[in-house]
């Protein structure tokens, strides 16, 4: 797993306000061996592997970012983060007059991804930080909560050893710390983060209302719907599009899946590999080796009837950003689809076939699928892109012809999209990585 290290050599200097004046130091910030405070100086020319800041406002935006950098996943692909968004998750919100390198962070629930932009040449300033990150850098995600916890812990040692006492950061550590030890604050918080406010913003009746629904749908449930109705990402009231499809009519399955159940969510694996393992067995149980996957067979698979899942449409006219399927009795499940494109809507039946295969028969018995970028939705669009159209079974269709029509072609035979063959054949280095259509974030995510 990646390593991160925040490190910090004090350097008392300037006559700015006690807790600036004596944090400041050389940081450096590297990720594995990255060095992403590498940077020239503009003024001397010269290139340093530190740069000179404090670290007072570096801990305090962690410190007020707690909640939504642990809990608040980044939007889905199509969405651009509002400002409040970037405010919690990019570095450079630290500020406070200083030049911070472009990162950005965003927890997937199980890893913390990390993104970083060398600055640009065109930008103007005395410090210019010269590496970046060529792609997302995930890291364990307690690894960063304990690296984190020790660089504002050091800071306020800091603060302590040269007589600054009582700081706000001092006050907002001690209530955070207070938070997290309670499992009601922490649930509270967490539902506020997943809902897009930080600390204390979200109305008290919205956030009771999530805990409640919580109570209803299992709070694994909510976490992975919440952000996807949350205020940035939803037109109507967060938490009213997950009632509009619990309340509504749905059609009625019985899954009717087995296969080893050797895998599981807390195998240590990143989610498209997770995807790709549970999709090989599955081709495998049900034997149908290298074709393409029958409608008849994902109908089947689910338990839902051909002719009512055919005649069914969505019941809502604008665009759902969440499919669920609420269990019942007897292992027996009400879904609640959104997707009307008859390529999207084998899409959706493959991500709901997988999140039942590893979340569904395991306790965990409501299905959900949305369009955000947590673990649990990267592993559903892996196991659908391999289980619809599995890597060997489209190297052997496409032959090595790589081009634009051939890769319609493929998608016509395998019945998926076109961006779905460029996806599968970009993450495996087949062909080069758009941003539009690699789940391997590029540079940046946005």
């Known amino acids: 797993m990646n390593s991160l290290s925040l490190n910090f050599d004090w350097l008392t200097s300037g006559n700015d306000s006690p807790e600036i004046q004596q944090t400041m130091g050389m940081f450096g910030l590297r990720v594995v061996d990255i060095s992403l405070t590498q940077n020239e100086d503009t003024f001397s020319k010269t290139i340093r592997d530190t740069v000179l800041v ?8 962690i410190a007020s970012s707690w909640w939504r950098l642990i809990f608040e996943p980044l939007p889905p692909t199509n969405a651009k983060p509002s400002v409040n968004w970037r405010m919690a998750h990019e570095l450079t919100a630290a500020n406070q007059g200083f030049i911070w390198p472009r990162v950005i962070l965003a927890s997937d629930t199980e890893l913390m991804q990390i993104w970083s932009t060398p ?21 364990n995600l307690h690894e960063f909560e304990l690296k984190a916890e020790k660089f504002i812990e050091t800071v306020l040692s800091r603060l302590n050893a040269t007589g600054v006492r009582d700081t706000p950061l001092a006050n907002l550590w001690q209530e955070l710390q207070e938070e997290r030890s309670d499992a009601y604050s922490s649930q509270y918080r967490r539902c506020e983060a997943e809902l897009g406010f930080d600390p204390d913003e979200c109305p008290e009746s919205l956030v009771e209302d999530t805990l409640n629904l919580a109570k209803q749908i299992g709070s694994k449930t ?6 996807a109705c949350s205020k940035d990402l939803s037109e109507a009231q967060p938490l009213s599009e997950i009632l509009k499809q619990i309340q509504s009519s749905g059609l009625k399955g019985n899954p009717d899946i087995s296969i080893d159940d050797s895998v599981n969510p807390d195998t240590p694996q990143a989610p498209w590999q997770r995807g790709n393992k549970v999709a090989s067995l599955l081709r495998d149980a049900i034997d149908i080796r290298e074709n393409s996957v029958p409608d008849d067979t994902l109908y089947d698979l689910l338990g839902l009837k051909k002719s009512e899942y055919e005649a069914w449409t969505p019941t809502h006219r604008q665009r759902q950003h969440i499919s669920v399927a609420v269990p019942l009795k007897e292992n027996r499940f009400n879904f609640h689809l959104r997707k009307k494109h008859p390529i999207a809507k084998r899409f959706e039946l493959a991500r709901l076939i997988g999140d039942y295969l590893l979340y569904g028969n395991r306790g965990e018995s409501w299905l959900t699928s949305t369009d955000l970028r947590t673990s649990r939705q990267k592993y559903q669009r892996a196991f659908a892109a391999e289980f619809l159209c599995p890597l060997s079974s489209l190297q052997d ?14 998608g016509d035979y395998f019945q998926v999209s076109s961006q779905t063959v460029e996806s599968i054949l970009a993450n495996n ?16 995510p946005y």
């Open 222 to 227: 909510l976490s992975e719907l919440a952000p």
């Open 119 to 139: 600055s640009k040449a065109v930008e103007q300033q005395s410090v210019r930080y010269i590496n970046g990150l060529e792609g997302s850098c995930p890291i």
């Open 54 to 61: 404090s670290a007072y406002p570096l801990a305090a935006w």
């Open 429 to 444: 280095g087949l062909i080069s990585s758009p941003q539009s259509v690699s789940d391997l974030e590029a540079s940046l």
């Open 397 to 410: 269709y496409l032959d090595n012809d790589y081009s634009e029509s051939a890769i319609e072609d493929a």
